[in-house]
RNA sequence: AGAGGUGUAGUGUAAUGGUAACAUUCGGGUCUCCAAAACCUUAGCUGGGAGUUCGAUCCUCUCCACCUCUG
């Protein structure tokens, strides 16, 4: 059995995979592309070794921050683990909130393989990018502003694989289950959580982890924002206010991503008073399926 | 209470006696490897009233709100 747990950050996502692995004897597969990175364990909100019962959890802190990590590697490895546990008749509880991520393990999503170096693009205008990809594929349809897209583009348009149009096409049999709550109360939760972040240490973590100077931290929320407050560019409160209100935008982008892009999601609203009663919800959906 | 100043989108700011702009927030969206990323996009404003004027957000008066100073 394979469960796929999904949502925006912040509605109890691994508190649900954890009681619900235990429940059903399963291993998690986390589909997160932050908290697979070590150190980073504050602000990307991973389980404690208490929190997670003895659970196995696989993809939480698989690498190290100056390691090139990417939805590549996480299909190639993800598919590999959740293959054996198959063989295995483990069952296996899929929890996170890249939406890419989970797509790309339980998908027919084709990755090209790089063969040769990246191109330099750096002395071309966007509007001469796009051009150049046009002349190879007239109705391309990426942005013009969207130079990073563009890029990539062209540097794997190559090896490109014609064959890669099932993106849509389930590789596996699984269940998906939707965490949600209100916006206004989502937004109410990623404020407090924020700030329990910083209760816990936050500040310290980030402070010790921008003095061994990570880059990949600047694409990581609650950590360039810290950054840009030791940069002396923003001021201590100003960069709290900036986690939460890229927390609130990138929710906002995960529910675009769950609702446009992965189908047949069962959505279960969040009881944050009395979680048992959103777990129960779900234990009596998953009995549906025979699942006990 | 008196004197002065300021009122433009949720916020921060432009501009003009003749179609009110930029950034940002909010909302919506795109997605084949930095995806907690990158990018796109809808909407929204001249504090209220009166006057001058063909036409006022701009000039005049008044009310209201806020700020500063004096008491």
Not at 57 to 80: G, M, P, W
Not at 238 to 248: A, F, L, Q, V, W
Request: hydrophobic share 30%.
């Amino acid at each position: 059995m394979i469960l796929v747990i999904v949502g925006p950050t912040g509605v109890g996502k691994t508190k649900l995979s954890i009681f619900l692995a235990e429940k059903y004897n399963a291993e998690i597969i986390s589909s997160d592309s932050v908290s697979i990175y070590k150190n980073v364990n504050i602000g990307s909100a991973k389980p404690s070794i208490e929190e997670t019962k003895g659970i196995k959890h696989h993809f939480i802190d698989r690498c190290s921050l100056n390691e090139e990590y990417s939805v590549y590697n996480y299909q190639t490895e993800a598919r590999k683990v959740l293959n054996e546990l198959i063989d295995k008749k483990k069952n296996v509880v899929i929890v996170g909130g890249t939406g890419l991520y989970i797509k790309a393990l339980l998908y027919d999503y084709r990755f090209t393989k790089k063969t040769k170096e990246d191109e330099d693009f750096s002395n071309f205008s966007n509007l001469e990018i796009k051009n150049k990809i046009l002349s190879l594929d007239p109705n391309n349809q990426i942005h013009v502003n969207n130079r990073k897209r563009m890029i990539r583009f062209l540097n794997s348009y190559e090896e490109k694989d014609t064959n890669n149009n099932n993106i849509n096409t389930p590789l596996y049999d699984f269940i998906t289950i939707g965490l949600t709550t209100s916006r206004d109360k989502l937004y109410e939760i990623i404020n407090t959580r924020v700030d329990n972040m910083i209760d816990k240490g936050l500040l310290e973590e980030a402070s010790n982890l921008f003095n061994k100077g990570y880059k990949k931290l600047d694409y990581i929320i609650g950590y360039k924002e810290l950054n840009k407050y030791f940069r002396k560019e923003i001021t201590y409160k100003e960069s709290i206010e900036e986690i939460k209100k890229n927390t609130r935008k990138y929710s906002k982008r995960q529910y675009t991503w769950f609702n446009n892009q992965m189908k047949d999601i069962k959505w279960f609203d969040t009881n944050f008073i009395d979680f048992n009663k959103t777990i129960k919800e779900i234990e009596d959906y998953l009995v549906s399926f025979n699942i006990k």
